[in-house]
């Protein structure tokens, strides 16, 4: 990702999304001015415990540099523009729940875990840690509805997710 805000997720194209939706789940909408000066890469969460489920423009500013994909997009918790584009997003999402658990690779052993409720994980950071660092994606994270950790990672996160 090009984005100096870090992020735990991997971008999933916006158009994947809607296959995605727990059933009888409404999400929430709202407006957010979003605006990439000078061609750059911007980006920002919208919350750590929401799960983005669209994003369109509301109205353009940029005088047409808005197209999906390009311009502008999201991954679980984040949004981007970039390329010019400045505008009003609609961005809608649903609301996630977060609960602090405690995940410990004993041995460097693979521990996987469902997190219990859990329809996809949305984001997971670590709050403290005992042993070796964790670092995301590398000897901890999320894959639907289930956290683990590797590598000798011992910590405790902050998990949230959508029910």
């Not at 919350?47 to 808005?66: L, N, Q, R």
């Not at 042993?131 to 956290?147: D, E, H, L, S």
Request: charged fraction near 20%.
């Amino acid at each position: 990702m090009y984005s100096s805000v870090r992020s735990t997720v991997p971008f999933v194209p916006y158009w994947h999304y809607d296959r995605m939706l727990p059933a009888n789940r409404e999400p929430h909408c709202a407006l957010l001015k979003l605006e990439s000066w000078g061609w750059k890469f911007f980006s920002r969460p919208v919350m750590p415990t929401a799960w983005i489920t669209s994003m369109t423009v509301h109205k353009d500013e940029s005088g047409g540099y808005c197209k999906p994909g390009s311009g502008y997009g999201f991954s679980t918790n984040e949004v981007w523009v970039a390329h010019g584009c400045r505008g009003y997003m609609k961005i809608c999402a649903l609301r996630a729940t977060c609960v602090t658990k405690s995940l410990k690779s004993d041995n460097y052993a693979y521990l996987s875990e469902k997190v219990p409720g859990a329809c996809y994980v949305s984001s997971m950071e670590v709050k403290s840690r005992d042993k070796p660092p964790c670092v995301a994606g590398v000897n901890y994270g999320f894959t639907g509805p289930y956290v683990w950790a590797r590598g000798g990672c011992q910590a405790n996160f902050s998990i949230c997710y959508v029910e």
